[in-house]
């Protein structure tokens, strides 16, 4: 989801994490709301 600029797109993506894995979606807004430049490869790092 990194590649995603669409700020609503980004929210809908967090919000269906989170309905599956509260735990992810949470994850996910930390990452994502960093404004962080990461690669894929490097947010599911810090995710998983």
Not at 10 to 29: F, H, M, P
Not at 31 to 43: I, K, M, R, V
Request: negative net charge; hydrophobic residues 40%.
């Amino acid at each position: 989801m990194g590649g995603v600029k669409n700020a609503e797109i980004k929210e809908r993506a967090i919000q269906y994490w989170t309905s599956v894995d509260a735990e992810l979606g949470a994850k996910l807004r930390a990452n994502l709301g960093t404004g962080s430049t990461d690669s894929d490869a490097e947010a599911a790092n810090k995710i998983g």
